[in-house]
């Protein structure tokens, strides 16, 4: 499968053309930027991107780094319910800086029915091994195999992945 991490924009569209996107067989979508809107407003940015039907993965939801900066602040209900709504799943980033979803987070994400994709987010091969810490993340928010895209087939990943 193909896929790219894309940038959710300050306006809540995504940092891809729709033509470049449709090549794609997922897409994992995140916030790099412009941490410091208000509640609501990161909230429907969020929302309003899974809006784009090539929207797939809510990557690392609260941009935390652990020890480092707190998440910045949105309304985690909401926008399960709306990825819900829209046929979009969240991640566990297995990065230990990251570790985002929190075991809460992904507990509420699981109970809205939100499948959750654990995800190395790793930028060079000798990260894969991280994946071990995202798989106690979900451990710890008590996901089951059924709340895991990883745990999925292929047949249904690429059923589930089509909007
Ligand atoms: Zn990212």
């Known amino acids: 499968m193909k896929s790219a991490e894309v940038d959710i924009l ?3 569209t995504l ?3 729709d033509e470049l996107l ?3 067989d ?3 979508c ?3 930027s412009r941490f410091a809107f208000e509640k609501d407003k990161q909230t429907e940015r969020i929302m309003r991107a899974m809006d784009n039907r090539f929207f797939t993965i809510l990557g690392h939801a609260t941009g935390r780094l652990l020890l480092k900066r707190p998440g910045y602040e949105i309304d985690m209900e909401r926008i399960a319910r709306h ?3 829209c046929g979009c799943f969240f991640e566990i980033n297995s990065s230990p800086d990251r570790l985002d979803l929190s075991a809460e987070n992904a507990r509420v994400a699981a109970e809205i029915g939100i499948l959750i994709a ?3 987010d790793a930028h060079s091969v000798h990260e894969f091994g991280t994946i071990r810490y ?3 993340q979900a451990r710890r928010a008590g996901l089951e195999k059924a709340s895991v895209l990883n745990c999925q087939p292929l047949e249904t990943l690429t059923k589930l992945f089509k909007r």
Do not use: F, N, W
Request: glycine fraction near 8%; avoid cysteine; charged fraction near 20%.
């Open 22 to 24: 449709r090549a794609l």
């Open 83 to 85: 990825a819900k709504q």
């Open 118 to 120: 654990i995800s190395t």
């Open 10 to 12: 300050a306006d809540g």
């Open 15 to 17: 940092d891809y053309s």
């Open 134 to 136: 995202g798989i106690e």
């Open 26 to 28: 997922y897409t994992v």
């Open 30 to 32: 995140s916030i790099h």
